[in-house]
């Protein structure tokens, strides 16, 4: 069926570590954002990245779409980055519906 | 911040209580969206307002009920809630909904923790 798998499920980190998260999607889609829930809840916008390579600080996402897949790369991680990471994506076939994947739980230790 | 103020951050409510959540966005944007995320679930779409009309209704119980008097605005009214129905509930606006939710980019509140004793 329709589905968003992220992996890994649980990650943790010394502080200053470099780490990947990955997404995976099962059809082709129109849209895919990535979204980091702090531990008060707050979903902030990271990045909306259908394909292609984006980059904002120690952060960047990339998406093949032709394969299925995005990954985000975390560098230099701080404990700040601690929280829940959210792939969403829009599928063709289903356009109109978000569908979020279970999410990544980063911790990050000093 | 993102643009995208939810109002109250906490709320215990009684089963046979009546409130609201409030979420408010001052980016000029024309779509605003309420979602559940309840524990270890993904996000789960409930409502999707466009120009202030609704568009999308995830087949969510009538004991919530969604309003959307102006596209700055946009209101979950409960009632006789179920402790089930404890979660985060979060706000988020886009653009416009296009050909989709996540054609332009969408910005979340801060959520609202409910708790229904």
């Known amino acids: 069926g329709i589905q968003v798998e992220q992996s890994p499920p649980d990650l943790i980190l010394q502080e200053g570590a470099n780490s990947t998260l990955r997404c995976n999607f099962s059809d082709s889609v129109n849209n895919l954002q990535w979204f980091h829930q702090n531990p008060w809840g707050q979903l902030i916008n990271l990045f909306y990245?259908?394909?292609g390579t984006k980059q904002n600080g120690r952060l960047s996402a990339t998406t093949v779409a032709t394969e299925r897949y995005s990954l985000l790369y975390i560098s230099s991680s701080q404990t700040t980055d601690s929280g829940v990471y959210f792939c969403?994506?829009?599928?063709?076939?289903?356009?109109?519906?978000?569908?979020f994947g279970d999410g990544t739980t980063l911790t990050v230790k000093p | 911040e993102t643009g995208v103020t939810q109002t109250p951050r906490h709320l215990v409510m009684g089963m046979t209580n009546k409130k609201s959540l409030k979420c408010e966005q001052h980016?000029?944007?024309?779509?605003m969206y309420w979602y559940k995320q309840s524990a270890k679930k993904p996000l789960e779409l409930m409502f999707v307002?466009?120009?202030?009309?609704?568009?999308e209704n995830n087949s969510v119980p009538s004991r919530f009920s969604p309003e959307c008097p102006n596209s700055s605005h946009l209101f979950l009214h409960l009632h006789t809630l179920q402790p089930e129905d404890s979660a985060l509930y979060l706000c988020?606006?886009?653009?416009?909904?296009?050909?989709?939710?996540?054609?332009?980019?969408?910005?979340f509140g801060q959520g609202t923790r409910l708790t229904v004793v």
């Open positions: 969403a994506v829009e599928y063709v076939t289903n356009a109109g519906k978000s569908t």
């Open positions: 988020a606006s886009s653009q416009d909904i296009g050909q989709g939710l996540l054609n332009t980019e969408a910005f």
């Open positions: 990245i259908p394909s």
């Open positions: 307002y466009s120009l202030e009309e609704r568009v």
């Open positions: 980016l000029g944007h024309n779509a």
